[in-house]
């Protein structure tokens, strides 16, 4: 067998041993499957080792390939991320199994009961890059919900990837069920993400977890349906209203507790009625090391202010750079988040409520914040465990995808011998 046919022959092959462990996942036990995450946990923490061997090998491909500092930063994984790996397995075990759930049931006039009930989507295909982390994420929560899921990682973190994997295997066997539920693509050949985009009838839904030329790839050649995210451009507004200690801090936050993830803030607006208050709120951002690009009036607030240009408004920077604008009150601000936003994340920042609910009625992204960092865009912050990424789209699952969004429903009807006249 020649190289062009390796890649379909392996895929096939892939999404016929996921499609037979999915329909033995959909009627596994809650407690089959939280035995199995106990036991994927329980390798993770006996093969620090071996992961962090696997790692210093992604790590220096990466250095190699000159990936920015926030990439290398998704990428590194030390005994606390590995840790904190394991405790998000263990915390997906403590969520409510989504399964046979009845979200409705009701009774018709001629004696017929009508549910709608929670079923798994099947088998799931995730493309992913840097964030060894997303392996355990996204085999926990499609397995808790019941699907088979297939793995891509990204080429740099391929070792740890598949270590990880590899724990999820004995996890998986350890409670008697399919290793196939699991699968990860074992090769960095390119073309597999492509035979991944046609495999309709195998793979139910595709969710790519990555930057833009990823998931634009994804969204243009996908014949499956897709879970669309694009990227953060997230942005944190202060209203006239806000409290000026809050906002500080809130803000640095947003965008320096991590600048390489996609929910860290990339614009901050201000009220243009407190400009006189432009000073107090970068001083803290530009001391610790964040670069600000700002309009004419920010720049002339702060000598250490450079110049935003148009493009600025439309990047999502994943580092210690911040664009800052002045905007009209409240209605500026939505008007400016409607023109640039990715759909992800917004904040507002205010002590006025009639402001902060004209900010979460109006605008249009998948989670909106009032008085809180944009940091907390995180399944696991949202009680939901996981997720395998933040869909921006507005079909199916937005926001955090999590467990429920892993799901479908289906309608189960029982009669007494109703015929239809």
């Not at 050949?189 to 035979?195: F, H, I, K, L, Y």
């Not at 996908?222 to 990227?231: G, T």
């Not at 580092?319 to 640039?340: C, E, F, N, R, T």
Request: charged content about 20%.
């Amino acid at each position: 067998m020649d190289d062009m046919q390796k890649i379909p022959a392996l895929m096939a092959t892939m999404g016929a041993e996921a499609k037979a462990a999915a329909a033995i996942l959909a009627q596994a036990t809650t407690a089959q499957k939280n035995a199995a995450l106990r036991a994927a946990a329980a390798a993770l923490r006996a093969s620090v080792a071996p992961l962090l061997a696997a790692n210093d090998k992604d790590m220096a491909l990466g250095k190699e390939k000159d990936l920015s500092a926030a990439m290398l930063d998704r990428l590194q994984l030390d005994e606390i991320r590995i840790e904190a790996i394991a405790q998000g397995l263990e915390a997906i075990v403590a969520l409510p199994d989504p399964i046979g759930d009845v979200i409705a049931s009701w009774d018709r006039p001629n004696g017929l009961n009508i549910s709608r009930v929670r079923v798994p989507l099947g088998v799931i295909g995730v493309i992913y890059e840097s964030r060894p982390n997303v392996t355990a994420d996204a085999g926990a929560l499609c397995l808790k919900a019941g699907n088979a899921v297939i793995l891509r990682g990204g080429s740099e973190s391929f070792h740890s990837s598949n270590q990880i994997h590899s724990c999820f295997v004995e996890g998986l066997k350890a409670a008697g069920l399919p290793a196939h539920a699991v699968q990860m693509v074992p090769t960095r050949d390119r073309a597999a993400v492509g035979e991944m985009l046609t495999m309709t009838g195998v793979i139910d839904i595709i969710v790519p977890r990555g930057g833009r030329s990823l998931v634009e790839r994804v969204q243009t050649e996908s014949r499956v349906p897709v879970f669309a995210h694009l990227e953060g451009i997230c942005h944190v507004y202060v209203d006239a209203s806000a409290d000026l200690e809050k906002a500080k801090a809130i803000t640095l936050n947003a965008k320096m507790r991590r600048t390489g993830i996609c929910g860290a803030a990339e614009t901050l607006l201000i009220d243009q009625k407190i400009a006189d208050k432009v000073t107090d709120l970068i001083t803290p951002l530009l001391d610790a090391g964040c670069e600000i690009r700002g309009d004419d009036k920010v720049q002339a607030a702060e000598s250490r202010v450079l110049p935003a240009n148009d493009t600025d408004w439309d990047t999502e920077y994943l580092d210690a750079i911040l664009s800052v604008k002045l905007v009209d009150g409240v209605q500026g601000a939505v008007a400016h988040i409607a023109a640039h936003s990715s759909g992800h994340t917004e904040t507002i920042i205010a002590e006025d409520a009639e402001a902060a609910d004209y900010f979460l009625n109006t605008v249009d992204s998948a989670i909106v914040m009032h008085n809180a960092s944009t940091q907390f865009a995180d399944g696991a912050e949202f009680g939901m465990g996981a997720e395998i990424g933040i869909a921006t789209g507005r079909i199916h699952a937005r926001g955090p995808v999590g467990l429920e969004q892993l799901t479908s429903f289906k309608y189960q009807v029982r009669g007494n011998g109703q015929i239809r006249p």
